[in-house]
């Protein structure tokens, strides 16, 4: 079974500041991850995602993710936030062996202030 | 880029009756689809995956009799809430996994907003 924690439902972060969100994973075979941001009443944007390439992903918007194996995680990260970063993020996990389904984390909502 | 395109993007229903929500891939061909749901500052819940031209593999708990999905050519699933009452009121959101992409590109509609009255 694959799944995936976040920690923390809600930061706040200000304008210009570093955005970081915290993502782990736990999968019994090699994982693929991936970041998603959703708008409100709106689907889901793929971020960015990791498939056993390198370790650094850049997506869209300037941010990134590092996935480490050692620490089972995949942090994104944004170097200077901005105000229309405000969003609901989440982590999503599947694997070669998951059926393709996607697993999601629970979320984490992003607030960025003046 | 690929493109899900979901409609409708809101409905409101009267209790007792069935609402069908499609999901269409409009410049990729889809083998796979996946309708979650998302109740309100939650995470998304996977429903049932649906295959073209097979029948759909719904996750425990969820009512098969009561979401009808039917996947019946590679660009177009749908997903037929029946009888449906409030308490089926929720955001509705399919996926489609892209077949010519080998390394899982999974695109999202938009979502459909269900309100049961």
């Known amino acids: 079974a694959q799944s995936v924690t976040q920690l923390g439902s809600h930061v706040s972060v200000s304008e210009g500041a570093l955005v970081l969100l915290r993502c782990n994973y736990s999968?019994?075979?090699?994982?693929?991850l991936f970041w998603y941001v959703q708008y409100p009443n709106q689907g889901l944007q793929l971020l960015l995602k990791?498939?056993?390439?390198?370790?650094l992903v850049k997506g869209i918007n300037g941010f990134e993710a590092e996935f480490k194996k050692s620490e089972t995680s995949f942090h994104l990260t944004k170097p200077s936030a901005h105000m229309s970063d405000a969003a609901e993020y989440f982590c999503?996990?599947?694997?070669?062996?998951?059926?393709?389904?996607?697993?999601f984390g629970t979320g984490t909502q992003l607030k960025v202030e003046l | 880029g690929a493109v899900v395109s979901q409609h409708p993007s809101w409905v409101i229903c009267k209790s007792g009756t069935s609402v069908k929500i499609e999901c269409r891939s409009l410049?990729?061909?889809?083998?796979?689809m996946f309708w979650y749901r998302q109740f309100p500052k939650q995470s998304l819940m996977l429903m049932a995956t649906?295959?073209?031209?097979?029948?759909?593999?719904?996750e425990q708990g969820v009512e098969k009799d009561k979401f009808l999905i039917n996947h019946a050519s590679l660009t177009l699933s749908t997903l037929t809430v029946t009888s449906a009452h409030p308490e089926d009121s929720s955001f509705y959101i399919c996926?489609?996994?892209?077949?010519?992409?080998?390394?899982?590109?999974?695109?999202f509609g938009s979502g459909t907003r269900l309100t049961v009255v």
């Open positions: 990791y498939t056993s390439a390198a370790t």
């Open positions: 999968s019994s075979v090699p994982p693929y």
């Open positions: 410049d990729f061909q889809a083998t796979t």
């Open positions: 649906s295959n073209e031209g097979s029948k759909a593999t719904y």
């Open positions: 996926s489609a996994r892209d077949r010519g992409q080998s390394n899982y590109g999974y695109t």
């Open positions: 999503a996990v599947t694997s070669q062996g998951g059926g393709n389904k996607l697993t």
